[in-house]
């Protein structure tokens, strides 16, 4: 019980918290306890991936985003994939967005 409680708290915190966020200056992703912050001048690619790496996503269908020093980072698909891509492509005209 003493293992099994706090990884089941961890991932129902994953299940309730996970959600993307674009401010100002930066996409965040949120996954649980775990947040990958990434600025938006730096993103340079943004396109799906079926790569079953580990990363903080639900499913095999993710979005990956590549920065400006050639780093990935894979995470899930948005619900509102639409709404996403049109303002990543208004928020980072010098970016190939294909998602």
Request: proline content about 7%; hydrophobic content about 40%.
């Amino acid at each position: 019980m003493i293992i099994i409680v706090p990884i089941a708290g961890l991932l129902l915190w994953a299940l309730f918290q996970s959600y993307h966020e674009v401010t100002d200056d930066a996409f965040i992703a949120h996954f649980g306890p775990i947040k990958k912050r990434i600025p938006l001048r730096d993103i340079r690619r943004v396109n799906y991936s079926y790569n079953p790496l580990s990363s903080p996503a639900w499913t095999l269908k993710r979005m990956e985003i590549t920065d400006h020093r050639h780093r990935s980072y894979l995470l899930s698909a948005p619900e509102d994939e639409q709404a996403l891509r049109d303002l990543l492509q208004q928020r980072c005209p010098h970016a190939t967005i294909s998602i």
